[in-house]
């Protein structure tokens, strides 16, 4: 158990949590939202610094991550806790096991054995996922201080609910992110996340200042953020304020943890998703967890040449050299090498 950082004390033993944007006010004796960060005796304490609740060797692609070092492996990683509480969520027996039952389970770790799993496994990145890295972040942030130092690189796949302190903390040490924007509605992430879309379309735009590589998840839910409009105003957000060029992965829901009656998303609904996505002007969006789909692949925006093949195995290069289609020669948003 590690002393915490980002908090600042309050009256008495009273604690708050400056991690993520719900900002916490912890008395002692208890804990924060995430279920992982502690306050004892008026000192705020993460419970998950040395606790890894799952650990894979992953294609980055799986991320996912599709313009970020493709073909390569990641060695990804994650704890128990999380700040928000989804009711589709795909995790949720590492994200809400502290939230439910108080249970804080992993197996013993520390950065530096992380780093070193990491290069003798050929990783070419550390990615910090599975549940929420934010809840982590002392782990996530003294892990990849050292990965860094060993040539390694560093990606996030987070909810975007931190706070700006968390952000600028993590500034030089992450280079490439996958951030869930779940629906474009306030209702949405109060009733189905207990949070708040404001905080996550703010984090947004500041991850797109801090130089990271950035790619946008939506999981289309059939009847709770599927409507045309709200993938629309979605859509035009990340065009407008992100980029046309940042990736959108459109994915289809399968029915889970308290949405377990809920059918699977229609392949016609994401289809239609990947069509409002280019004709709001972004040049690449994804369809994910439909194994097969054309439209996992890669295209050229300018010639329509097929550059990067994900319709069998994760990644099979067909027409792409030194980051540029290799018919028209277009330069293709992303870091290849």
Partial sequence: MNEARLWKR????????????????IPAGERGRCGVR????????????????????????????????????????????????????????????????????????????????????????????????????????????????????NIMVSNGFMSRECLDELAGLIDAANIDLKAFSEAFYKEQCGGALKPVLENLKTIRSLGWWLEVTTLVIPGLNDSEPELRDLARFIHDELGSETPWHV???????????????????????????????????????VPGAQANSTFCPDCGSMLLDRQGCWFRSTSMSDGRCGECGREIAGEWS
């Fill in 10 to 25: 309050q009256k008495g033993d009273t604690v708050q949590c400056r991690l993520c944007s719900h900002y916490c006010v």
């Fill in 38 to 153: 502690e306050n004892q005796a008026g000192a705020l304490m993460t419970l998950v610094y040395d606790r890894v609740a799952a650990i894979n060797l992953d294609p980055v692609e799986k991320k996912p991550l599709y313009h970020f070092m493709p073909g390569s492996a990641t060695l990804s990683l994650g704890t128990n806790g999380c700040n928000l509480n989804c009711s589709f969520c795909q995790n949720s027996d590492l994200s809400q096991t502290p939230r439910q039952f108080g249970r804080v389970e992993g197996q013993a770790v520390s950065p530096q054995r992380l780093v070193d799993a990491a290069l003798a496994r050929g990783a070419a990145s550390v990615s910090y996922t599975y549940s929420e890295p934010t809840v982590f972040f002392e782990l996530m942030a003294d892990t990849a201080s050292l990965a860094h130092e060993q040539g390694l690189r």
């Fill in 251 to 289: 994915s289809r829901f399968h029915p889970t943890f308290r949405l377990s009656d809920c059918a699977s998303t229609p392949t016609s609904t994401l289809e239609r998703a990947w069509e409002i996505g280019r004709d709001a002007g972004l040049s690449f969006v994804y369809v994910g967890n």
